[in-house]
Structures are given as C-alpha cells and as structure tokens.
C-alpha cells in the first residue's frame, strides 16, 4: 500500500520563527490534505491540496504530485500553532495518514 | 485486534429516505470521531464523542443529521430526510485518549449516494 512520511517527526521552535513541514508519499494519490490536531483531539482541515500551491494567512501547502511530495509552511508561529500536523492521501477512498509532526512553538 | 469497523459499505438511497451509518470504534477506545467527504472535496470533522457525550458537533452541517452513542460503544450516524448534497464518504475514527496526542485509527468508511 501507499507509505506516507512525514518529517520531521519532532519540531520545536521560537515563536515568530518559520517552520515548514515535509510530506512524502510512495505512489500517485487522488487528493492530499493538511490537518492539524487541537487539544481535543480532532482533526482540523487546514488544506485540501493534490496539487500546486495555496496560502490561508500565515500558513501555506505545495504539493508536487510528480515528485510525491507535500509540503506545510508556517511564517511567523505563534505559541497556538503548537500541536500534532497530519498530511493524510487517499486514492479510491483509502486513507493514508503519515505519522504526523509535532510542533512545540516556545514563547 | 480487529480495527475500526463500518457498516454498511456503500448505501444508495433516494432523496428524502432515511439512512443510518454505523461504527464501531476498537474496542476500550473512549473517543470517536465522524468525518465526511462530499463528493471531490476535502475531508470534514462533524462530531466528536467521549464516551456517549458529545464533546463537540460543531461540524454537522444541519438537523438532518443525528449522532448517538448510546453506552459509550458502537455510534450510529443518521441523516433523515436525506439530500443529494448529502452524498460522499463518511469516515469514522477512533482513539484511546483526546488530548491531541493519540493517534486516529480510522475506519474503512461508509460511501453513501443520494439519488
């Protein structure tokens, strides 16, 4: 089956700082989305992003399909964006989630 | 251990029916999550259990649709009257703890078309 991997798997950084977070996928996938986990758990839509590029605020998602691969920019983190990111692909309503990243943002 | 289970698979029903989606998360799991995927678009929270409570449903889209989990176990997802727009793939998911730092143990999913 598709392996999805992310890294890294730990991230801890200053606030204000720049951080970006790497998806790999082993095999052509219909969609690809971007998830960050809140405290309680749930799993949060941040980008829905098989391909090219798009910006909401301080967060913006590439996804190059031809080279499997993903990727998460967050510019100028705040201490709210500490938590669990999740890149997740499907293909024929399979999902695949990759382990996901752990970012601790310091004030 | 077996994993998150759903039931049906697939269901196709007209427009205006009733249709009730099961799950049944691992076993001991006090957590369970329902999520959608209509058609071509991203995937959705929609509701969010501990145990039998409902910890957060701010994501069900209308009254149409109905969440239970009676006993804190097996959950049951209905949407009466069924719309076309209610058509996709909802997926449930399970996990032990909910402090963001449990994995999701997600199910197969339910794909359910509105004709």
């Known amino acids: 089956g598709i392996q999805v991997e992310q890294s890294p798997p730990d991230l801890i950084l200053q606030e204000g700082a720049n951080s970006t977070l790497r998806c790999n996928f082993s095999?052509?996938?219909?969609?690809l989305q971007w998830f960050h986990q809140n405290p309680w758990g749930q799993l949060i839509n941040l980008f829905y992003?098989?391909?090219g590029t798009k910006q909401n605020g301080r967060l913006s998602a590439t996804t190059v399909a031809t080279e499997r691969y993903s990727l998460l920019y967050i510019s100028s983190s705040q201490t709210t964006d500490s938590g669990v990111y999740f890149c997740?692909?499907?293909?024929?309503?399979?999902?695949?989630f990759g382990k996901g990243t752990r970012l601790h943002i310091l004030p | 251990e077996a994993g998150v289970t759903q039931f049906p698979s697939h269901s196709v029903i007209e427009k205006g029916q009733t249709v009730t989606l099961r799950c049944d998360p691992i076993s001991g799991h006090d957590n369970l999550y329902w999520y959608r995927r209509v058609m071509g678009k991203e995937i959705k929270f929609l509701l969010h259990?501990?145990?039998?409570?409902?910890?957060?449903e701010s994501g069900m889209p209308n009254n149409r649709f109905l969440a239970e989990r009676t006993g804190g176990t097996y959950s049951t997802l209905k949407v009466q009257p069924a719309e076309l727009e209610d058509s996709g793939v909802y997926f449930c998911?399970?996990?032990?703890?909910?402090?963001?730092?449990?994995?999701?143990?997600f199910g197969p999913g339910t794909r359910l078309t509105v004709t």
């Open positions: 095999d052509s996938v219909n969609n």
């Open positions: 998911a399970s996990s032990q703890g909910s402090r963001g730092s449990y994995e999701q143990y």
């Open positions: 997740a692909v499907d293909r024929d309503d399979k999902i695949i």
């Open positions: 992003i098989p391909s």
């Open positions: 259990f501990v145990k039998e409570s409902k910890q957060d």
